[in-house]
């Protein structure tokens, strides 16, 4: 059972371009909802996050859109560039002292083109 | 990195044998936590501390113990290592609410 589904699997964009990565989860009691940027041979890093008493958070060119009734949750990169060519994860948790028990979507890698 | 060393960074063991993996943190943080990531898994919760000798099981601990003896160390065991054992583990912490990963640990089992 898949509480967390990432799509797409991959993801080819220009340089300039908005990639966009949605996620939708089944677990209304979810109350963290971070993303991971994974380069090859590294951990994951976390890049944003949100909670859901926020509709949209922004920290540079990276959004994270939230819609609570619609369970879904997604990350725009914006001015996309070749050094964001990397594997994206959003992932899920429940309770404040639990954001560390994470449940990961299936994961996208997006390939920027120069 | 947050402080997290994992140890060994590669390994190559025979199916049967017992594999512990190793993970080292500096910052003295109190929740510690093993994932194991799968091409078209994402990372899955193996088993996770929240504190010295104070564990639980994750999403997938079939086949896997921990310990936790001292605070900055969280061992990951594969009593009897399977084919389907073969991964890349992770070990993270949790700082200030929020997730931070070692560098990994791939694992081969033949």
């Known amino acids: 059972q898949q509480q967390v589904k990432q799509s797409p699997q991959s993801l080819i964009v220009q340089k300039g371009g908005i990639s966009i990565i949605n996620c939708a989860y089944e677990n209304t009691a979810f109350d963290y909802f971070p993303w991971y940027q994974q380069f090859p041979g590294k951990g994951p890093a976390l890049l944003i996050a949100?909670?859901?008493?926020?509709s949209e958070k922004k920290e540079g060119r990276f959004t994270i859109s939230f819609n609570k009734s619609a369970k879904q949750f997604s990350l725009h990169i914006m001015d996309s560039q070749p050094g964001d060519s990397a594997t994206y994860f959003c992932?899920?948790?429940?309770?404040?002292?639990?954001?560390?028990?994470?449940?990961f979507g299936q994961g996208t890698t997006l390939q920027v083109k120069p | 990195d947050a402080g997290i060393t994992q140890s060994p960074r590669h390994k190559v063991t025979e199916t049967g044998t017992p594999v512990t993996l190793r993970c080292h943190q500096t910052e003295n943080h109190r929740y510690m936590y093993w994932y194991r990531q799968d091409p078209g898994h994402g990372l899955r919760l193996i088993h996770y501390s929240y504190g010295v000798k104070d564990t639980d099981k994750g999403e997938v601990s079939d086949g896997y113990s921990v310990s936790r003896s001292k605070t900055e160390d969280f061992l990951l065991t594969l009593e009897s290592a399977t084919s389907s054992q073969t991964s890349v583990y992770f070990c993270a912490i949790t700082f200030e609410g929020r997730a931070f990963f070692g560098q990994g640990t791939r694992l081969t089992v033949v």
């Open positions: 949100i909670r859901p008493d926020v």
């Open positions: 992932a899920a948790s429940r309770g404040s002292s639990n954001t560390g028990k994470l449940i």
